[in-house]
């Protein structure tokens, strides 16, 4: 989990930009509503996300484009706490202690019912809260775990 955290801190302050096919593939994947809300995420956000939906379809070949939404969007729930990296960093290390750190504590439910809001299939929000196949949870997970 560590690893996992440094990885991604360390992606998040030295990332590119996404090219123009990457923000192609997710605005042809997610719905309009579902668009919406990830263009609400931070540039660092919205580059893990396609690192993870790119390593989820590595992991899963035949995934459906339902399935690949709820990877591209497992983090959706964090733009309500609209903390910064270093904001991220200290919520992680103290815990919920504001409401804008418990938000981001609490991302994965705020995620589900942002994209149930949106009209999301339950297979987009089932990979979301792990009900989705278990096939497609281990991917989605072994995706997010790098």
Known sequence: ???HLVRRFVRSIGGRRLTEQQLLWVSITLSHSELALWN????????????????FVALVPDANQQELAGAL??????????????ERVVATMIGPRTSRFRSYHDHERIGVELLTQAGSSETTIGVLNGCASPK???????????
């Open 1 to 3: 989990m560590m690893m």
């Open 40 to 55: 609400q995420m931070s540039s660092p956000d919205q580059r893990h996300s396609v690192y993870v939906g790119e390593r």
């Open 73 to 86: 969007l497992h983090d959706i729930g964090k733009i309500e706490s609209q903390l910064n990296t270093l």
């Open 136 to 146: 497609v949870v281990q991917a989605f997970r072994d995706a997010d775990d790098i």
